[in-house]
C-alpha cells in the first residue's frame, strides 16, 4: 500500500510503496483511512523538533489525525466491525492505568501515538486498537471529521473544562480564531452563553468568527488588550484561552484574565513567566491542555452530527502530500488540508 | 488607646497613643484586641514594599491578623454581641456583590482591609465590620489563635483546593514547614489520606513536621528534587504546595509536580517561568493562591477547637513589637510572634 | 397606594387602599413596581394551603414574583439608586449565615419572602432589601421580565444543576412544557448541547417546546414512558426535569431516569415513593430543587437580555386581579399573568 | 478442585470437586482463593432472592468478594504476574464502554460479576479479568482484606461521593455500625474532619464506633432521631449515609437530614417515601450507592495499609461453609466471615 514515509530530519517525505498493516493482537484493527489532516506539527516532525521527545525509528508512516471505515478487526474486539466508519482517538491507550480508568486517558501510563511515535494514517491502511476507535454515523465523510480528531479535539477539551467557569455574564477570550481556535469558538457557542470575544491578527478571520457565534471580535494590533480589558470593566476575562501561545500572546493571555480567572495554554512556543506575588494576589490560574479523551471525541462527534461545529477544510490526494506541506507553510492553506488515499477519493 | 503606628517608611514604627476607634455604621463592630499576630508582611510594609498596592495614608495602624472580644455593635448587628470572643476575617467584605454572593468573598470588589489599607489590630481596639466577625468557643483566648486569622488562613485555604486533588494513593510535597506549611501540613493531615513529604532546609523543622503528620521529610540540600521524583517513581506529586515562592523553590515546586498535576503558589517572591510546551504536553497547572473565604476561617477554628491544628507562638506586649519584629527579622522568633495589649495580658 | 389584600383564607383577596411602605433600615429598598406575576401558588395561598406552612398574619399583600422601578434607598445602599430598573430575587436573605456566604442564598437561616411570609409585590410600592435587588438593562420593561424572578429562576436553578450532567450524548427529558418547563426548555438549550425529549399532555404545548429548542417531543397518553426509553436504547435519560410532580409524573419521571442518573424533583403535589433496591442496585438520585439564587436570577437576565430566553405573558390591571385568577384557575391563561399597577401601564 | 455449589434455590450450598478453571482469553486471569467473605447477600441468594435479577444458570459457585494470588495469566497481561498477592473488584469489566472510559466502571454496560452471575470465589480458584485485578504489598494476608472488595468498597465508594458535602463544622450521621457501618466510620474518620454521629440498636457496636472514630453516639431506642436533631440545633445533618434501609432506618434517615442535605441510600429492604413538596421545599437529595471502582478498591486498600481502615473478620475452612452461613444468619457472627481453602490456610 502507499504512505508517507519520513526516512531522514529535515527532508522531504516520500509516499512509498509499503506492506499492508495486519492484524496481530486481539484487541488490534485495521482501518482503511478516509481522511488524515496534515497539522503545523507535521512541519515541525520533519524539521526534527520532535526527534528526542518521540523517539521513533526511521523511516516512519506521518499522520495523526485521521478517520476511516474498519477492514478488519482482531478476535477479542466486539464493538466495531468492518464496514463500520470511525474516527480514531490519536492515543492507542492501555485501559489498564489508574489515568485510563479515572476518565483521563490522555495521561495514560504505556499509550502509543500513531503518527508521532509509531506509524500514522498518512497511508491507505492503519493499525490502531480497539480503544481507540470511535464508530461515526453510517453517511459520515471520514475527509469531513478527519481535523476533529485532534485539532478538534484539543479545541473541544479546553471548552469543556472551561465551561464551569463561564456562566452567563462571563467573558471568555479567544485567542487566535485559526485551525483550533475556530473550532473552540463553536464548542463554546454550542455549550456557554458566555460572552465570546476572539482576537485574531487577521480581520477576515474575525469576520468569519463572528458567523461562528462570537459576541465581540478584536483585532490584534497593538491595543488589544486595552481594548478587551475596556470591554471588561477593567477586569478581564474570567477565562482566556489562549490558542497561539507565543510572539507575546502567551503574556496577553495573562494580562486579559481577571482576578480568579484562569489561562488556559494551548498553543505554544513562548514562555509563561509570571510573578508569584501576581499569581497569589489575584488568584489566577495558569491551565495546562492537551488532547482530549476518547469520550470527549465521541462528544465531539455528536456537535459535528448536530451541525453545531463545522469545518473549512481541503483536500489533497495522499501523493500531493509535500504540496500540502509546501501550502501550509507558506500560509496559502485555508482551512485544514485532508489527504486522501486514492481508493477513499 | 495605644497602636502600633507607622509613620515613615523605611523608619520604626511606634506606640502612640490615639483616639478610641467608634461604631459609625450599622454594621460597625468594635473589637478589643487580644492578640495580633506578626507577619513577615508586616516587615515588608514598613520597608515600603506596599506602599503603591496599599496606597495606605501615613500615620496608620498595623495589624492585620487579629483576634478579641466585642466591645460594641452597631445598631443592625444581630449575629455577635458584646463580650463574645472572636477571630477577624482579614478582609472587610462588602455582602453585594457577586463574588460575596458567590461564596468567594476573598475577591469582593468593594473590601477593605485593616493594617494593610486601613488602621489594624495592633492597638486595644479596632474597629472592623459585622461581617468579618467569626464568633469563638467562650473560653478560647484570642492570643492563642490569633495566628489563624491569616496565616492559618491562608495554609487551610490552598489545602481545601487541593483536597479533590488528592485521594489516597497520591503524595501532596510541602515546600516550606514554616509559620504556614506547619498549619498546612495539619491541615492535610485532618482532611486527606495522601502521602505528605515536607520539604524544608532546616532539620527541626522537619523534625516537627513528622509530628504534625508527614509521611516522608525531605532535607532541602540540593538533591531534593531527585529525592522527591525518586520517591514518586520519577512521576512527582500530583499538588506541590509551594509556601516559599522565591529562591529557587518556584522552580522546583513545578519540576516536582507530575504530568496532571498542580503546583500551588502560595509564597511569593520569585518569578514563575515556564515553557508553554511543558504545560501543554503534561497539562500541568499553576494554581494562585490568597487567603481564604469567612466560611473557611469559620471551618479552620473547628479544626483548632477539634485539637487537629495547633500553633507554635510567643507572645509579646504591644508595646515590644520592635522587639518582636527584630526577632523575626534576625531569626530569632520560633514559631508565631503575637502582639498582647496590656489590658488583655 | 393600591394592593390586592387577602383578608380571609377561602374568599377572594380584594384591591385596597393601603399606606405606602417608608424606608427603615438602613438597607431598604423601596420599590415602585411594573409587573407582579400571578402563579399557581398565589391561588394555594388563598385556598390556605400556605397557612401553616407561611404563618402569615392576615391582612397582607399578595406577589412574589416582581420588577419595577427603584423608589427609594436606606442610607447604606450603594449599588442600586431612585430610577434603577429591577427585578427582585424572591427572598430577603441575611447575608451573613454560612449558606449567604457560601454563594447558596436560598437556605439562608433567616430569609423573609414577600408575597408568602410579609407583604408582596401585587401592589404599587413593595419594601425589600437592597439584597433582593438586581439591576437591570435600563430599557427593559418590568412586566416583560417580573415572571423570571420566580417561575423563571426556579427553572433555571435546576437547569444549571443538571448541566454538568448532560454532555453532548446525553439526553435530558423536560415534564411539562407549561410556565416553568418552557423556560426550563430554553436554559437547557442556550447551556447545552444535550438531546431534549419534551414530554407535555398538550401537543399545542409541544409545538411550542420545537420552537425553543427541544429535539424531540412526545405526548404524554399513557405510552410516553416506553417511548422516551425506546428513544433511549431502553436505558432512560441522565436526567429527568419534572416540572409536574404529581398525577403520576412523579412515577414516570423516576422510570425515565437511566442508571446512575438523577430524577429532579421540581414541580410537586405527589409522592417519591422508590425501593431502596432499586436506587441502590442502579444508582439512581432523586434531586430537590428550589428556587435560584441572586447570582442565578443575574444569570438568567444576561440570558433574557442575550434574547436566549423569552416569555409569553399577559398582562391585567391590578384591579382585576380577580379576573386573572378565574382565568388561570380556568385554564383559560396562555403564559403567565402579570398585574400592572395603574401607573406602570 | 472444591468449590461451594449452590445447586437448587433455598437448599443448602455443597462443597464439591469440580473441575479447574483455564485461561481461555487474551485477558483472563487464575487466582488462587486465599479469602472469600460471606455476605448477607449469600443467604439472599440462596433463598432465591436474586434468581431472576442474576438469571444465573445453577448450579454455580458461590462467593462475591475475593483475594488471593495470581496463579496464571493470559498472553495479553502485562500489569500482574503469577504469584502476586491480589484483590479482586467485584465486577469482570469490559473497559470501552463510556461508562468505564468515564471512570465509572461500575455501570459498565457488559460486565460479569463472580459469585452474582457467574462462578465465584469460594473455591480454589477462579477465573477473572485482568480489569478486576488489585495488586498488594507482597506481604498482605488475603483472607485479611477480602472484605473490602464488596462490603468495604461499598463503604468508602459512599463516604467518597459524600467528602465534597463534609467541611469542617458539618455532621455526619450514619446510620447502622455493622458490616459496612464500621468501614464507612473508619473512612470518614480518614478523609475527614466532620463531627460523626453513629446510630445503633446495639451498645457494643456503639462502643466500638467510638474507637474508629466517632465523635457521638446515639442508641437507636426510639428517640433517636430527636437525640440526632438535638445535636445539630433541629437542623439535622448535611449528610445521613443509611447502611442499613430497612426497617424504619430509610424513614428515619430522611428526617434527620437538613435542608440542602443528602439522605445516602446503601443498605436496602425498604421503601423511600417522601412527598414532593418536602423534597423541594427543603431542596434535600436522595442519592443513590453501588458499589465503588476499581480505582476506588485500589484507594481503599491504601487506607487499609496505611493502617486508617481495620476490620474484624473470623475465618473458616471451605468445608464449612454452611457453618458459616448458620452463624452469620442467627446473628453469632461477630465481624465478616472469611471462607479460606485449605490450601491457603
Known amino acids: 500500500m502507499k504512505a508517507v514515509r519520513l526516512h531522514t530530519y529535515d527532508e522531504r517525505p516520500t509516499v512509498d510503496d509499503v506492506p499492508e498493516p495486519a492484524v496481530q493482537g486481539p484487541y488490534d484493527v485495521i482501518v482503511e483511512i478516509g481522511g488524515a ?37 482482531g478476535g477479542a474486539v466486539e464493538h466495531v466491525q468492518p464496514g463500520d466508519t470511525v474516527i480514531l482517538h490519536p492515543l492507542a491507550t492501555c485501559g489498564f492505568c489508574r489515568a485510563c480508568r479515572a476518565g483521563d486517558d490522555v495521561h495514560c501510563e504505556r499509550s502509543a501515538f500513531p503518527g508521532i511515535d509509531t506509524d500514522g494514517g498518512m497511508a491507505e491502511l492503519l493499525r490502531t486498537s480497539a480503544r481507540s476507535v470511535v464508530r461515526l454515523a453510517p453517511g459520515t465523510q471520514p475527509a469531513d471529521v478527519a481535523a476533529l ?69 478584536v483585532l490584534a494590533d497593538g491595543s488589544h488588550v486595552a481594548s478587551v480589558l475596556e470591554m471588561t470593566d477593567g477586569q478581564g476575562a474570567e477565562v482566556v484561552l489562549d490558542f497561539v501561545g507565543e510572539r507575546g ?97
Open 149 to 217: 480528531a485532534d485539532a478538534g479535539l484539543t479545541a473541544y477539551h479546553a471548552v469543556k473544562k472551561a465551561v464551569p467557569l463561564l456562566p452567563p455574564g462571563s467573558t471568555c477570550v479567544v485567542v487566535g480564531a485559526g485551525g483550533l481556535g475556530h473550532i473552540g469558538v463553536q464548542c463554546l457557542r454550542a455549550l456557554t452563553a458566555t460572552s465570546i470575544v476572539v482576537l485574531d491578527a487577521n480581520e477576515a478571520a474575525l469576520e468569519l468568527a463572528r458567523g461562528w457565534g462570537a459576541d465581540e471580535t
Open 249 to 345: 500572546a502567551e503574556r496577553d493571555a495573562w494580562q486579559m484574565t481577571r482576578r480568579a480567572g484562569s489561562h488556559f495554554v494551548i498553543g505554544y512556543g513562548g514562555t509563561i513567566a509570571v510573578e508569584a506575588i501576581d499569581v497569589i494576589s489575584t488568584e489566577r490560574n495558569v491551565v495546562g491542555n492537551l488532547v482530549g479523551t476518547y469520550n470527549e471525541l465521541a462528544e465531539l462527534m455528536v456537535l459535528a452530527e448536530r451541525g453545531q461545529v463545522t469545518l473549512h477544510t481541503r483536500s489533497y490526494p495522499l501523493d500531493a502530500v509535500n504540496d500540502a506541506m509546501d501550502d501550509l507553510d507558506a500560509g496559502r492553506l485555508q482551512g485544514r488540508g485532508i489527504l486522501v488515499p486514492a481508493r477513499s477519493a
Open 37 to 73: 489532516g496534515l497539522c503545523r506539527t507535521d512541519l515541525h516532525i520533519v524539521e526534527g523538533q520532535w526527534a528526542s521527545r518521540s523517539g521513533v525509528a526511521l523511516p516512519y508512516t506521518l499522520g495523526h489525525e485521521n478517520a476511516g471505515w474498519v477492514r478488519e478487526v
